[in-house]
């Protein structure tokens, strides 16, 4: 009985340890599942403090009748807040607002390169907004604003004004109506009246943006900028004011004692006096009455030097038909510039075209010297006056005003003059030849050493040709009429005249003869179009002897 009681108690034990032990599981696993299942809670973050914080001040008082939300402050006031410190002579702190005015000699710090300074300011700690007026003086580095209304966010770092201000940066100076400037990225953005000066320039505009840090000027609306005697004229571009280098698009217009230049994007560099035009260039000198036409051209002003190329035209428009002159390049040289002895040179080459209605020329290049006003043709030059064609080795016409004085033919000179028949021509062949012009008509012409003539008199009575008459010589002296040969003169000459219809085929076209029409430029748009002379007609290279050198 004992026995049994004994065991009873020991299954009873035994059930009691086994159901503690199922229960601890039971409450493991459970612990476990919740753990899986719910988020895990973690460290709560701690809020960011947004109060503004008074650190100091020699006097606080406290009127609730008069301003029962502000504590008054006075002497050497000091304030912190978010890494701001601000300081006044006096203050009204509103602590539940978060705001304060501050009044005398206001000022304010962020880090060691923003300030801010004012008679007056009101600081909302909230959106961090300080509206500063009276003198206000905002300072960045080497940059200050100076206004008298101000309003600065220190959350965007920026600074604006609506009732005027100026910007100093080293030694550029910036005003206008309207403007902001952001402290962080050293932008400046002024609209209405903005106005930009230093030592060597002066600019205007209604629109700018400045680069503080870069000194980069980005010009957004009509802007003109003077230098010197030059003038820039640009509604898009950028103007580096420490190089003084200006990129400039949409059409600006550089101007420069009256030598204009535009295109679609312009360079230019003060310094070097260097400028740069690209696309549809047109450069004009309206002292000189010409301009240059073409996709890219370069002037320097310091040395006169000017290039254009890609489909380069050069006009004269002095007179009054316009002569026109297209080379696959035209470069101009100047000499003694800067001195009363001043002249220039233009080259052009290759593939030379000249086109005005009186006048027209084709030659592979070409040069103009302003000293003597000579413009010399090279290589197959064929000169064209109405009726009439010049050819030679060499062409010099020489110029008066614009118009043509006097032309020189050096080397297998040939004239021709197509007659009204269109069937018969007057020639002549020599070694030289000189024509001579009054009023853009040539007048007389004179042919020197192996003279060769074939030429048909008109009938006094009805002007027609009957007759063909021969010369060979060693000078002529032709006279013009009304564009007509009048009458010759030769020293001493043997020939032969011939009825019209017994002219010997030798003597009817004289020896290197070719009537060029087909090379001949027909109009203004025809001196593009390059053709060249035919196989065979060319002139042929004489080699000379040279007089040997001195030793």
């Known amino acids: 009985m004992t026995q049994v009681n004994h065991t009873c108690h020991t299954l009873r034990g035994h059930r009691f340890i086994l159901g503690m032990v199922l229960c601890l599981f039971a409450f493991c696993f459970l612990q476990s599942w919740a753990v899986g299942k719910r988020p895990?809670?973690?460290?709560?973050?701690?809020t960011e403090d947004k109060r503004v914080y008074l650190v100091h001040a020699d006097q606080l008082s406290y009127d609730r009748w008069k301003n029962s939300d502000a504590q008054v402050l006075k002497g050497n006031v000091a304030f912190r807040h978010q890494g701001a410190r601000l300081f006044c002579d006096s203050a009204n702190f509103f602590e539940a607002s978060n705001s304060f005015e501050a009044f005398g000699h206001v000022k304010m710090y962020q880090g060691d390169t923003l300030s801010l300074f004012s008679d007056y300011g009101y600081y909302d700690g909230n959106e961090q907004v300080m509206k500063a007026l009276k003198n206000v003086?905002?300072?960045?580095?080497?940059?200050?604003?100076?206004?008298?209304?101000?309003?600065?966010?220190?959350?965007?770092?920026?600074?604006?004004?609506?009732?005027?201000?100026?910007?100093?940066?080293?030694?550029?100076?910036?005003?206008?109506?309207?403007?902001?400037?952001?402290?962080?990225?050293?932008?400046?953005?002024?609209?209405?009246?903005?106005?930009?000066?230093?030592?060597?320039?002066?600019?205007?505009?209604?629109t700018l943006y400045y680069n503080t840090g870069t000194s980069m000027a980005h010009i957004v609306g009509p802007t003109d900028i003077y230098q010197g005697g030059s003038h820039i004229y640009s509604e898009r571009g950028y103007y580096d004011t420490n190089k003084e280098q200006a990129r400039l698009m949409d059409r600006s217009v550089m101007d420069n004692g009256g030598k204009t230049m535009v295109g679609d994007s312009v360079y230019y560099d003060s310094k070097l006096g260097f400028s740069q035009a690209f696309r549809n260039v047109i450069y004009v000198d309206s002292v000189n009455k010409n301009m240059l036409t073409c996709n890219y051209g370069e002037y320097n002003e310091k040395t006169g030097y000017a290039m254009c190329t890609d489909s380069a035209v050069s006009i004269d428009y002095s007179q009054k038909d316009s002569l026109y002159m297209h080379a696959d390049t035209f470069k101009i040289y100047t000499y003694n510039i800067n001195t009363d002895s001043v002249f220039r040179t233009v080259h052009a080459y290759n593939k030379v075209r000249a086109y005005r209605i009186d006048l027209q020329a084709v030659c592979d290049s070409l040069v103009y010297n302003s000293q003597d006003s000579c413009m010399t043709l090279y290589r197959d030059p064929i000169v064209w006056n109405n009726n009439q064609q010049l050819v030679g080795e060499e062409i010099q016409v020489f110029m008066c005003d614009s118009t043509?004085?006097?032309?020189?033919?050096?080397?297998?000179?040939?004239?021709?003059?197509?007659?009204?028949?269109?069937?018969?021509?007057?020639?002549?062949?020599?070694?030289?030849?000189?024509?001579?012009?009054?009023?853009?008509?040539?007048?007389?012409a004179q042919a020197k050493d192996n003279v060769i003539v074939s030429f048909y008199p008109e009938d006094s009575s009805?002007?027609?040709?009957?007759?063909?008459?021969?010369?060979?010589?060693?000078?002529?002296?032709?006279?013009?009429?009304?564009?007509?040969?009048?009458?010759?003169?030769?020293?001493?000459?043997?020939?032969?005249?011939?009825?019209?219809?017994q002219i010997p085929a030798d003597k009817r076209l004289l020896p290197g003869f070719a009537w060029f029409d087909y090379v001949r430029p027909l109009d203004k748009d025809d001196i593009f179009e390059w053709r060249p002379k035919k196989s065979g007609t060319e002139l042929k290279i004489v080699k000379r002897r040279n007089l040997p050198a001195h030793e």
């Open 404 to 444: 043509i004085d006097h032309a020189h033919v050096i080397n297998q000179a040939f004239s021709i003059e197509q007659l009204r028949d269109s069937v018969h021509f007057n020639q002549v062949s020599s070694r030289e030849m000189f024509a001579f012009f009054t009023a853009g008509e040539m007048t007389e």
């Open 462 to 501: 009805d002007s027609s040709y009957v007759l063909n008459i021969y010369l060979e010589t060693n000078e002529l002296r032709m006279f013009m009429k009304d564009q007509k040969m009048e009458r010759i003169w030769t020293p001493k000459s043997d020939g032969m005249a011939y009825p019209l219809s």
């Open 40 to 46: 895990v809670r973690r460290a709560q973050k701690k």
């Open 137 to 206: 003086k905002l300072k960045n580095r080497d940059a200050v604003l100076y206004t008298d209304s101000l309003y600065y966010d220190r959350i965007y770092n920026q600074g604006y004004f609506e009732e005027g201000g100026k910007l100093v940066d080293k030694q550029t100076t910036l005003t206008s109506d309207w403007g902001e400037y952001h402290t962080d990225t050293k932008m400046a953005i002024f609209y209405y009246n903005v106005k930009m000066r230093n030592k060597r320039f002066f600019m205007t505009s209604d």
